[in-house]
């Protein structure tokens, strides 16, 4: 098999972070992704102070004691790794034309991500959502073997999720109205958007479960490309019977090859397991072999992309707040059709 790409390359001079938020994700993610590939983190804020200055001290890094403080660093990429609901008023105070990174989800629904995108433009801020999956090595080598007309034209596209993911770790999941989609599975429309672009529509149903209090934890959905591509996704986070039928993966075929891929991280969350990539041009699969995962190399990655468009040593910048909003609106759409009936039976004909 071609040499696949699985990396992004740094920028010829790193720019240094500044990071607002010091929850679990900049902890599990963000910090480590950042020290392996080489990139300076200069300061944290976070509004619980303590919570900033524990974590920079594991990693010999600065605090900021104010938002304000933290925003008025120069020359530097400034990475929200915050709730939705706290971007906007960071985005307010940054300096005009800062290269910057979101975390997702861009807004809690889409009348927030068109503000979002509003403040990034009046701004003239460099701004991506931080959509990584795109950049895991995995997902850059699967996107590299359809960009090289390996699978030929993609004409199906599968994911199957039946996971025990832990909700109870995140005990403020169980008060908001979107979860399941918003907050996991943005990052699988996100990725199908990436390589099959903006669907004509959407058919979906996301529901709880009686055994969670979080609003919704399983989703069924069905992206319409017309005649000739079926892309539907079918999410359960609580089947809870063990490992053995648990799931995980893409299934994408093409009109020449097909591709399998395995997200390892979400078993055992936030343990994990290897990811996988196998390639077949139609008879035999070969393993790609892969050099990191989706955790923690594609943060790296992201952040590389960024900074190279910032310093002018790429000419595209990759998820723009531009793509990141329609990424919203298939959400929002998503959410839309959930909460209308579906086409209603008709009735036996009395006799």
């Known amino acids: 098999m071609i040499e696949l790409r699985q990396s992004w390359p740094m920028p010829?001079?790193?720019m240094p972070i500044v990071i607002f938020g010091a929850g679990s994700i900049v902890k599990d993610a963000h910090l480590p992704a950042y020290n392996n590939s080489g990139f300076e983190v200069i300061g944290i804020y976070d509004p619980n102070l303590d919570k900033?200055?524990?974590?920079?001290?594991?990693?010999?890094?600065?605090?900021?004691?104010?938002?304000?403080?933290?925003a008025n660093q120069k020359n530097v990429i400034f990475d929200l790794a915050t709730p939705p609901e706290a971007h906007p008023e960071i985005l307010?105070?940054?300096?005009?034309?800062?290269?910057?990174?979101?975390?997702?989800?861009?807004?809690?629904n889409l009348n927030e991500a068109a503000q979002i995108l509003s403040i990034c433009r009046q701004r003239s801020l460099k701004a991506a959502v931080n959509f990584q999956l795109r950049f895991s090595p995995m997902m850059l080598a699967l996107k590299d073997a359809i960009d090289k007309d390996m699978l030929g034209q993609v004409v199906d596209f599968d994911a199957w999720l039946a996971l025990d993911t832990p909700w109870g770790l995140w005990k403020f999941l169980e008060k908001l109205p979107r979860v399941e989609i918003l907050l996991h599975s943005i990052h699988y429309f996100d990725f199908v958007r990436s390589i099959l672009g903006n669907p004509k529509g959407v058919k979906a149903k996301t529901i709880g479960h009686p055994q969670?209090?979080?609003?919704?934890?399983?989703?069924?959905?069905?992206?319409d490309y017309g005649e000739q591509?079926?892309?539907?996704?079918?999410?359960?986070?609580?089947?809870?019977?063990?490992?053995k039928f648990q799931a995980c993966e893409f299934r994408i075929c093409g009109t020449k090859g097909a591709a399998y891929v395995h997200l390892g991280v979400n078993f055992n969350y936030p343990i994990g397991e290897p990811d996988i990539l196998e390639i077949t041009a139609g008879k035999d699969w070969v393993k790609v072999p892969l050099r990191g995962s989706w955790f923690t190399e594609s943060f790296g990655n992201r952040m590389a992309q960024l900074q190279r468009f910032v310093l002018g040593q790429e000419e595209h910048l990759i998820?723009?707040?531009?793509?990141?909003w329609n990424t919203m609106a298939l959400i929002e759409a998503a959410y839309e059709n959930s909460n209308n009936p579906g086409t209603p039976l008709a009735k036996c004909p009395a006799d």
């Open 12 to 14: 010829n001079k790193a």
């Open 52 to 70: 900033a200055k524990e974590l920079a001290a594991k990693y010999n890094i600065n605090t900021f004691a104010t938002a304000k403080e933290a």
């Open 92 to 108: 307010k105070i940054l300096p005009e034309n800062s290269g910057v990174l979101i975390q997702k989800p861009m807004g809690s």
């Open 212 to 223: 969670t209090k979080t609003s919704n934890t399983r989703t069924a959905a069905i992206l």
């Open 229 to 243: 591509i079926r892309c539907a996704l079918t999410i359960n986070h609580n089947h809870s019977f063990g490992r």
């Open 319 to 324: 998820a723009p707040v531009e793509d990141a």
